[in-house]
């Protein structure tokens, strides 16, 4: 499926090569960052957004058909990610009408909207205006009309958005008790939620499916690894000798003793540490050493100081943010920006700007022929665009390794204000 929404100037591709087979009974979520497509999939496949190629079938309806939307509209539910309700109606008239929008028999739409206020929680307020209503009430009063008539697919576009937690948790259980008999498609920027509810879960970013699996699946294969909380019981604190008195920090003698076992064993370093725990992330490839080690480890926890270790794959939170700076660097690289780069020894170069590898230009000695190359470290400022946040040692360029200039690139913009350009080097030639 893809949907393309300029057709005067360059196209712009919104969703692009989507495809995904939603079940029934399951619940199906999409998770990007903002503008990744996930709205304008939901606006397809209900026949809000025309699709400019593809096609999507629900329940062996057409999407494309006029025909097939008519028979889709009648069984589906929709919650949009912004409410659209009417300010003079109250919760009550706003399901009455859409239950019989729906074609429930108008003998049953009194109970019905009775119950589907009761299950969201508005009943006491199922008289009054909906232009009164906080936020929250507002989105409670959107899912439950997407759940009303027993529809067959129902999407809900960012449900939870604006709910206290409390509320968020009775509509979490309303959403999974909804799975039953039907197909559920979430969209969420709550990682929680997204965890809790989903059967499986897809990541779009920049109008791509990028992966697509159970949350345990994504973790173990996108995830940098497992994430080792260690506590300690608070015993042993001993004063630094190396600090003054007026800025005393205890330090744990356990706790360095176990931040050197695990390096020493596993050569990770704490990502977090307090004077009570320690946090390691311990990459996939160490996976063979984990069940000896934390066998070890659990050995001597008395001699350590030990009160509790936990073990768990890494975060959902994790897998988004390690997809989303993929796409970033992806798309980065194909526009072929350049950026400066400021070396620490103080020359200054531009480079692509995403590019992994860079040969630095003039460095070519009789000791180093192919000169020196480093590893730009990215980073994603507060609007998600790449950055760049550091660079490796210098290292020489290794022998069998290409230089190329970066593609499109004029001879006269190769040198810039920023310095001369740097060479791009294929991350799978770097031994
Ligand atoms: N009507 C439109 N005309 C042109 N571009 C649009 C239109 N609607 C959306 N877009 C663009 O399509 C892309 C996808 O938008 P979409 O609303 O689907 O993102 P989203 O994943 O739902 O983001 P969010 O998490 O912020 O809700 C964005 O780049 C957006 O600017
Ligand atoms: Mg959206």
Redesign the pocket.
Known sequence: MGCC??KTTKP?H??KGLWVNLEKDQLFCLL??????????I?CLTGI?PITGGDALIYGHSVRSSVGMSNIRRMIGVCP?FDILWDALTANEHLELFASIKGLPPATIKSVAEESLARVKLSQAANVRAGSYSGGMKRRLSVAIALIGDPKLVFL??PTTGMDPITRRHVWDIIEEAKKGRAIVL?T?SMEEADILSDRIAI?AK?KLRCIGTSIRLKSKFGTGYIANVNFSGNGHTQSPNISSNTEVPVNPNIETVKWFFKERLDVDPKEESRTFLTFVIPHQKEPLLTRFFGELQDREGEFGISDIQLGLTTLEEVFLNIAKQAELESSTAEGTLVTLNMSSGASIQIPKGARFVGIPGTETEEHPRGIMVEVYWDQDDNGSLCISGHSDEIPVPVNVELRRPPSLSRRASMGRGGPVGYIIDPNQVP
Do not use: L, W
């Open positions: 929404k300029c712009f919104s969703v990007g960052p903002n503008g990744a497509g996930k709205t304008t999939t606006s957004t990610q576009d960012e969209t920027h779009m109008g």
